[in-house]
């Protein structure tokens, strides 16, 4: 009996540790490349807005509207441009930045959005995070009516998440 006491006493530590193995090992098979290399500041990137707000950066090409501004960061192979027209987005300009590998511009063209010359100027000047892969951000950001920068955040799945963009544009609204 006393070799059976024995042997639960370590069992379960040991499975414990199993389990908590296989758990780690499962969220590192959910990190996406495209993610934030500090993943407290994605989505909604809350965290950094403590520099918010401030005037949305001006570059030649890109302007503001008398209405809040939606600020894409794509990449060439990933072009947004079959989402940019959900209803969630209805009342907000769109600005595409799609970057391409080695700091140059994306050649993709989006109908009804404005598309930004120097994309990676604009990420560096809306102080878009790098990803994981150390590549152009994949993200966005908001510009309210105002002209100031409102969010910014890395976002992979933002097509997935259109509702929740629709609401912080909404929150950028003159009231």
């Known amino acids: ?12 530590p040991m499975a414990l540790v199993a389990v908590v193995g296989v758990l780690l090992i499962v969220a590192q ?20 807005l403590g520099p918010l707000p401030t005037p949305a950066p001006v ?4 302007s503001y509207a008398d209405r809040p501004t939606l600020l894409v960061f794509e ?6 441009c079959a989402w940019l027209d959900a209803p969630e987005l209805d009342d907000v300009a769109i600005a595409v930045a799609i970057g391409a590998p080695d700091g140059a511009s994306g050649h ?10 120097d994309p990676w100027e604009l990420a560096r000047q809306v102080g878009m ?4 892969d150390g590549g152009f951000p994949v993200g966005y950001a ?8 409102r969010y910014r955040t890395l976002d992979p799945d933002m097509a997935q998440l259109l509702g929740e963009i629709g609401t912080m544009v909404d929150a950028a609204v003159r009231p």
């Open 75 to 80: 990449r060439e192979s990933r072009p947004p």
């Open 29 to 48: 098979l959910r990190v996406d490349p495209l993610d934030d290399v500090d993943p407290a500041y994605q989505r909604p990137g809350l965290l950094d």
């Open 59 to 62: 570059l030649p090409g890109l």
């Open 142 to 149: 908001i510009v309210d009516a105002d002209g100031l920068l």
């Open 108 to 117: 993709a063209e989006c109908p009804g959005a404005e598309s930004v010359e």
């Open 129 to 132: 995070r790098t990803p994981r």
């Open 1 to 12: 009996m006393e070799g059976r006491d024995d042997a639960m006493r370590w069992w379960w």
